[in-house]
């Protein structure tokens, strides 16, 4: 059964800074690439980073880049999300999910991550 669990979200004040982690199982780690995504309340969910560790050629959106850094640990089968530099528009649930081709087809429950200012 495949599965993703995203966790280490929380409570930061502005500036701080969190890491995120994705667990997967179910599936070869090497073949997926496996992507970050966040909803705010209201808006639309956006795509924020994506990596294949096979390739370890990352993905970022503008809003986050140069702030987020994503990265993969194939030994456990995990992704991470180090955000520095936290402003209170990240607060959001970010999730984690698995890209198969063109869609995203399995999806981890979401960490909510509350930017104060």
């Known amino acids: 059964e495949v599965q993703l669990q995203a966790s280490g979200g929380g409570l930061v004040q502005a500036g701080g800074s969190l890491r995120l982690s994705c667990a997967t199982s179910?599936?070869?780690?090497?073949?997926?690439?496996i992507a970050w995504f966040r909803q705010a309340p209201g808006k639309e969910r956006e795509g924020l980073s994506c990596?294949?560790?096979?390739?370890?050629?990352?993905y970022y959106a503008d809003s986050v880049k140069g702030r987020f850094t994503i990265s993969s640990d194939k030994d456990k089968n995990t992704l991470f999300l180090q955000m520095n530099s936290l402003k209170p528009e990240d607060t959001a649930v970010y999730y984690c999910a698995r890209k198969n081709y063109y869609t995203f087809d399995y999806w981890g429950q979401g960490t909510q991550v509350t930017v104060s200012s």
């Open positions: 990596i294949k560790h096979r390739d370890n050629k990352p």
């Open positions: 179910g599936f070869t780690f090497d073949d997926y690439a």
